[in-house]
């Protein structure tokens, strides 16, 4: 048995053991104590921990709810300790540039931003150019030239901008370009984007500059736009989700349990229930188990719509329906009441003998 508790990690809450805390926590001072207390330190901490989460979400699911110690020295590792970037710090004065910086965590899969930071208009010409590590004036000379081509860009242009992320964090940033997400390039990566707004506070504004603010805000209100429209769409599939599985259950319930609901009775002028309506005709016993299997049969897929529905609403992340265990009960219930139908049918089964007798008279 061990303790757990709880912290929250760039707005994301944790549960982690005792141990595996005290191990992160003594990680983070260590950070601030070598990075110290600039506004510029304090946002690489930031990015850091923010890594930090997006390492961590993946080791929780429905079996594993805390973060273990083997979790986070996992994520250490992939990161690097502050000693790495002293150590290749002094390693960088002592040899080439392309020798000086030790491996010291998992190589990152590039992955698709726009950089918003290179950008002329939305980012994606210089997202497109770091992701394939090609100059970005090649993807805009392309997208210059199929505006001529039938107007494509007007329309290929804004879908890459609403669909692809911009690169905001600085292992986002890294992963971009493909390159190490560990202390010594995040480090890099947020003192380049403080040098970089230092030398832009003091750059006159250009025509050319407003202008690609004007079609970026333009761009940029049409795609919260949309992104609205999108969330309004999916509350309202949630809602519509959810109500139908209530209507569902209560129609469910009513047939199967309650009179004047569903089944028209054989010998009298009022509704009865399905309950009823089997006792009647089959032994109790045997009655309430069909009856029992038929409700998880019907159930099952109004608790899937109501899953559904409630993750639309809620957006929840770490409560996950085993759909294979659900298909499990699923198949057995069927199977079972299927088994149940036909042992029953042979009940009713009967066999009638007539037998004639006819005289004849001689002639």
């Known amino acids: 048995m061990?303790?757990?508790?709880?912290?929250n990690i760039s707005g994301i809450v944790f549960h982690i053991d005792e141990?595996?805390?005290?191990?992160?926590?003594?990680?983070?001072?260590?950070?601030?104590?070598?990075f110290g207390n600039s506004s510029e330190s304090r946002e690489i901490v930031t990015d850091i921990e923010a890594r930090i989460a997006e390492l961590l979400q993946p080791k929780i699911n429905d079996i594993k709810q805390s973060v273990t110690i083997d979790d986070v020295e996992e994520i250490l590792s992939i990161l690097g300790t502050p000693e790495d970037i002293a150590a290749s710090d002094s390693a960088s004065y002592e040899s080439e540039p392309a020798e000086s910086a030790p491996y010291t965590g998992k190589r990152s899969s590039r992955r698709l931003y726009r950089d918003v930071e290179n950008s002329v208009i939305g980012?994606?010409?210089?997202?497109?150019?770091?992701?394939?590590?090609?100059d970005p004036v090649f993807f805009r000379i392309i997208f210059i030239a199929l505006i001529f081509a039938g107007g494509v860009s007007?329309?290929?242009?804004?879908?890459?901008?609403?669909?692809?992320?911009?690169?905001r964090t600085s292992a986002q940033k890294l992963e971009m370009r493909g390159k190490d997400i560990n202390l010594s390039n995040i480090e890099k990566t947020v003192r380049e984007e403080f040098t970089h707004i230092r030398s832009n506070m003091n750059k006159p504004d250009s025509a050319w500059n407003r202008t690609g603010d004007f079609f970026r805000e333009i761009l940029n209100f049409l795609g919260v736009l949309i992104r609205g429209v999108v969330h309004v769409l999916r509350y309202i599939l949630g809602i519509m989700l959810v109500l139908l599985a209530v209507f569902f259950s209560v129609a469910i319930i009513g047939a199967l349990y309650f009179k004047n609901f569903a089944i028209h009775g054989e010998f009298n002028d009022y509704f009865t229930s399905v309950q009823d309506f089997l006792h009647s005709i089959i032994s109790?016993?045997?009655?309430d188990t069909m009856l029992f299997l038929l409700f998880i049969i019907l159930v099952l897929p109004i608790a899937g719509l109501i899953y559904l529905g409630l993750k639309l609403l809620i957006r929840f992340r770490h409560v996950k329906m085993d759909s294979s265990r659900v298909v499990?009960?699923?198949?057995f219930s069927i199977f079972a009441f299927t088994m149940l139908v036909f042992s029953e049918a042979d009940n009713f089964s009967a066999q009638n003998n007539t037998k004639e007798i006819v005289?004849?008279?001689?002639?």
């Open 2 to 7: 061990k303790k757990t508790v709880i912290i």
């Open 19 to 34: 141990d595996a805390y005290e191990k992160l926590k003594g990680y983070l001072e260590s950070l601030n104590h070598y």
């Open 123 to 134: 980012g994606v010409s210089s997202g497109l150019g770091a992701y394939f590590d090609i």
């Open 154 to 167: 007007f329309i290929i242009y804004p879908i890459l901008w609403i669909v692809v992320p911009a690169a």
């Open 284 to 287: 109790p016993i045997t009655a």
């Open 328 to 331: 499990r009960h699923m198949d």
């Open 359 to 363: 005289t004849l008279s001689p002639s």
